[in-house]
């Protein structure tokens, strides 16, 4: 893969975690440059997340870096948003930009104060050490309960090149907080085209992805597009492009969601609205009976047809076709005549899907992401804290 | 405990589940009697809640017995219409009574055709069998994953009794579907005083009431009043009685979750409306980052502000205090201090409870039941079918 041009990345230990891994980074743009960013709509949000809203109106949609913290969200906490300016202000010193250039994001346990001092003390080596090829290094920094890095890249005509990382592993915990994702690109965009590029793209793949059906305080995915290629490429051509790069972050997420073995793609079609075939697919992907017949390699299509029924969103179970893996296991609402035994051994994989067909006027066509459900999910958040 | 006069109870087994365990029983009344009766509002809807309804609708909510049986939830098959009408006509005639004085319910796998016959064959014997002291065999045969028989009573003035039953132990499964409640009482009400009492009573019970947030095709909660007392109370006494009935088994199926060990209460106040209040409450409630914290005994707060704040209802954060069992964890939205330890052994009890407390100028107390989240869940739920 290729990098975009113009960014740099630097990772380290600046002592938040208790363990000795990476936990400050800095994404760094050579120039300040068109940025974008959607943050989570949870009531409780995180300082990072107010201070980086914040900087974004003040600059236009411009940005110089990300400062990136794991370990500790900087949310619920007395001194929060003296900590994210602290922080954000020794960074711009540091880099010779304006506070208001630099965004930033937190990601780790809530409620605990964090001391901004940590990485006051770290930025000067982390500004040193930027480097082009360090984009791996953050990747592996933001990681929380992730068990796997996870990136996705994208080029356009061979000209322009989009990089994205993100960290999540329950859709969020709001302890060890969170789903953060970061694009790198050098398109020539302008700042409202990137922020409409990203609003779109994300409605198609972060806001289709569920893990546990919980929405974190400090939810965020940013763009920053350096124009170093000198190319503008269309609107459809760009939107597509990070739309891929998310579309594969999103999915990463959640095949490595807690404890999950498998990643279970929902499809919903012949809704009447693509909003009413997604609540329909968001009731079966959140569906712990669901989730855990997936994790047991179990055809149990009534788990299915009962999550839809209680969506809230009316249609008649005889018009109701659901397939699992491609075997139709339900027709017009009734059980369908397949081969249980084959069927165990299609959903015996790591990947799954369910597709609920309602026959009728409806069109729409819905999907969304989740993982199974396994006692790997009890282990980890049963004991994350103490 | 005194039974209500006026009824008589048997249960046997009919070849329905695998295993030789009772899977058919009746409840009947001496002669045809007030009734009422909710039901789920899930979209998929089993044949003999259909069949209830229409009853209960024709009887102008009058009813002379219910037909529960284990191992099939008749639901989402061929032949389910005909099959529930075949198994009420059958009783109707063994007891003397019209079919439209059956009140039918089915729990067990659904999507598999239900043989009628099993049911028909078995009448004979479960009606020579009936009698007043047949309360408990009835209370056990309606139970699938269910590790506890679920029962409540309730006196009025010493002179009138109510007795409950309740399944259910995921708050639904689909599958294994479904939480249902019979209450027998002798006290004299008019159908439309039953009804009422009814609705009113489960909307601060079974509706607060949640397992794991699906909601299955064959809940049932009814109630039949024989008058056989003589006596008639105020409908608020009758109500309040019904009340704690509903209450009781309302957290015992909350105890009884798959695979729980601690019954969850969550108290939501100072939201605007009760129905707001019950929101954030449930939002809490079915988190399963809340629910596998409470497994591991963990204090975590973060994790009960982050799910109110995604249940739609606006709040400012810094006008929450949180406590756990009792104690102040979280004032004004921050961390409170109190000792994780003493906290830690606090929450390894079987009740645990949860208080969210909005400071401001909303009045509404809401309470909602659940159970913690453990490996047991998985487990049960993993492996039901196969």
């Known amino acids: 893969m290729n990098l975009p041009l113009g960014f740099r990345y630097a990772a380290t230990y600046a002592g938040i975690r208790k363990v ?13 440059a068109p940025a974008a960013a959607v943050f989570t709509q949870n009531q409780v949000v995180a300082a990072p997340v107010t201070l980086a809203r914040k900087n974004l109106r003040t600059t236009r949609g411009r940005a110089r ?8 969200a900087n949310c619920a906490t007395r001194t929060g948003d003296k900590v994210a300016a602290t922080c954000v202000e020794a960074a711009a010193k540091a ?6 250039e630099i965004l930033p994001a937190s990601t780790g346990v809530i409620g605990v104060e964090m001391d901004a001092r940590k990485v006051v003390k770290a930025l000067p080596k982390l500004v040193a050490s930027l480097a082009a090829d360090q984009f791996d290094a953050v990747a592996h920094a933001i990681m929380t309960t992730d068990t796997r890095v996870k990136t996705a890249f994208a080029q356009i005509n061979g000209q322009v090149s ?20 970061f694009v790198t690109t050098d398109a020539v965009v302008s700042p409202a085209e990137l922020q409409t590029a990203l609003k779109n793209a994300i409605a198609s793949t972060f806001n289709c992805l569920t893990v546990d059906g919980d929405t974190s305080t400090n939810d965020t995915v940013s763009v920053i597009a350096s124009r170093a290629s000198g190319v503008r490429v269309s ?10 790069v998310l579309e594969s972050l999103a999915k990463q997420i959640a095949a490595d969601g807690e404890g999950a073995r498998k990643l279970i793609t929902i499809d919903v079609e012949g809704a009447a609205t693509l909003e009413a075939g997604r ?23 009534g788990r299915i047809i009962c999550a839809a029924g209680y969506a809230g969103i009316p249609f008649k179970p005889s018009d109701v076709d659901i397939y699992m893996q491609g075997l139709l296991v339900c027709q017009g609402g009734l059980a369908a005549k397949f081969s249980e035994k084959k069927l165990t051994q299609l959903l015996d994989q790591p990947e799954c899907s369910i597709r609920l067909v309602i026959k009728g006027k409806g069109r729409a066509k819905a999907r969304i992401w989740t993982c199974d459900f396994t006692e790997g999910y009890i282990r980890i958040n049963g004991s994350y804290r103490t």
């Open 20 to 32: 000795a891994k990476d936990d400050v980074a800095l994404i760094v743009c050579d120039t300040a």
């Open 65 to 72: 870096a990300w400062l990136i913290n794991a370990g500790n």
């Open 95 to 100: 880099l010779g930009a304006k506070p208001a």
């Open 162 to 181: 989009l990089a994205g990382m993100a960290k999540g592993s329950g859709m969020i915990q709001p302890n060890m907080a969170t789903t953060l994702g």
């Open 235 to 244: 609107a459809a051509a760009f939107e597509m492009a990070l739309t891929k």
């Open 279 to 301: 609540k329909i697919a968001r009731s079966i992907a959140n569906s712990p009976l669901v989730k855990t017949a997936v994790a047991g390699s179990d055809p149990n299509w």
